[in-house]
């Protein structure tokens, strides 16, 4: 089993930043991919970005590329994802999620293993 728990939430004022850390326990994270996700009150989980066991491969969500990187220290075993330039529209309670294969993925139905999830909200 693998245990998730992320951290670093908060509020912000549009244009700041955040960073998102994502813990892990229980295994060793290096043969899992890992992904952050998020949801609005009202809205579907939706797929922010995804990084491959190794950290070689990344994948982000047209809505935040060029604004969010996501990484990882499997040596911490503990993903990241540092948040710039964020908007009111980015608020959302954010999840970090593992699955058992290499690849980076979009789809959350692929994720074996997830956080409670951070609130980030974004004041205009």
């Known amino acids: 089993q693998v245990q998730l728990v992320e951290s670093g939430g908060g509020l912000v004022q549009a244009g700041g930043s955040l960073r998102l850390s994502c813990a892990a326990s229980g295994r060793t994270l290096n043969n899992y991919a890992m992904g952050w996700f998020r949801q609005a009150p009202g809205k579907e989980r939706e797929f922010v970005a995804a990084i491959s066991s190794r950290g070689g491969n990344t994948d982000y969500a047209d809505s935040v590329k060029g604004r969010f990187t996501i990484s990882r220290d499997n040596a911490k075993n503990t993903g990241y994802l540092q948040m710039n330039s964020l908007k009111p529209e980015d608020t959302a309670a954010y999840y970090c999620?593992?699955?058992?294969?290499?690849?980076?993925?979009?789809?959350?139905?692929?994720?074996?293993?997830w956080g409670q999830g951070t609130q980030v909200t974004v004041s205009s």
């Open positions: 999620a593992a699955r058992y294969y290499s690849t980076a993925e979009r789809r959350p139905t692929t994720y074996h293993y």
